[in-house]
């Protein structure tokens, strides 16, 4: 189950995934797709529910992902992932997609209803389950920083936490002017009358040493949304000094070692996790899209620890 299959195995009736045993009927869609943890935790869903089908990798260049996408009824499929860089395509291409996809500029999961495709974001809501697995706090009582909450997985999180209507949120990003501009959109779901207005709970800097400095005494949880930290020989995603025992920090990399920010932040007495909780909570909420019931989380998360 670790082959990964392309563009041309899925159209004409997707004759390949068809003859495979069990038969694919769900995948994930990447750019690339080799590194995807998805199929090993999603097949081990699928057994444990004793259902008849398989999810493999399926490797979809821009270009041909309108083509890809429209081709997966015909194809039998239940539905597939969407991941790096598809998420804004898979939202432009479905026929429908949710309030939350809307609302985050993106789809990550797909449902296959008819000759009709529907289009989830499993990314905000599965957040917020790792939050509550990780540090049994719930995202609404807490405020919330977020680094790189300029787009992807940090404006999914950003929208996330003003829909849970969180106590604080304070979004970083390297070009503040595009935290300033989700900032305007969330306003309106960030208002409260029991403060002084949106301003307060609400607020946009840059990614600089003095912005976060100040900011930190009202911060109960720190979210990485950026990509720094994959690699031992990234910079700091924070001053060492900005990191207390009081802090709950989250990477939302996922890897089966410690980030440099959860290194830093444990070492300081924080509570800190990695991105691996977000990832099953993802992916146990699209199993729960595609088939209406509860996912094996137990299975899934015994399978994705292995991989």
Request: with cysteine; net charge negative.
């Amino acid at each position: 189950m670790s082959d990964i299959y392309t563009a041309a195995d899925l159209l004409n009736g997707g004759a390949t995934l068809r003859a495979l045993t069990p038969p694919a009927r769900l995948s994930v869609f990447g750019d690339p797709v080799a590194h995807s943890k998805s199929p090993a935790f999603h097949n081990a869903a699928l057994r444990a529910a004793g259902i008849d089908a398989q999810y493999v990798k399926i490797h979809i260049t821009p270009e041909e992902f309108p083509a890809a996408l429209g081709a997966l009824p015909a194809a039998g499929f239940i539905g597939t992932n969407v991941t790096i860089p598809h998420k804004a395509a898979a939202l432009a291409t479905v026929d429908e997609a949710d309030d939350y996809a809307r609302a985050s500029g993106a789809v990550n999961t797909v449902v296959v209803e008819g000759e009709r495709l529907l289009g989830f974001n499993t990314d905000g809501p599965g957040f917020v389950r790792a939050i509550r697995e990780s540090f049994l706090a719930d995202v609404r009582d807490l405020r919330v920083m977020i680094l790189g909450a300029g787009g992807g997985a940090g404006r999914a999180i950003a929208v996330q936490c003003a829909i849970e209507r969180c106590e604080r949120l304070v979004l970083v990003n390297r070009t503040v002017e595009k935290a300033r501009e989700l900032a305007k959109e969330l306003a309106p779901r960030m208002h409260s009358d029991r403060l002084l207005g949106p301003a307060e709970r609400l607020v946009a800097i840059p990614h600089e040493t003095a912005a976060l400095a100040a900011e930190m005494a009202h911060i109960d949880l720190v979210v990485n949304a950026t990509s720094i930290g994959m690699k031992r020989s990234d910079p700091p995603l924070l001053p060492q000094s900005l990191l207390t025992p009081s802090l709950m920090v989250y990477d939302a990399i996922y890897s089966s070692g410690k980030t440099r920010l959860v290194e830093d932040a444990e070492q300081a007495g924080a509570r800190a996790a990695n991105g691996l909780s977000m990832l099953l909570h993802q992916g146990a909420l699209s199993f729960e899209i595609w088939f209406n019931r509860p996912a094996p989380l137990d299975a899934m998360r015994a399978a994705l620890l292995a991989a």
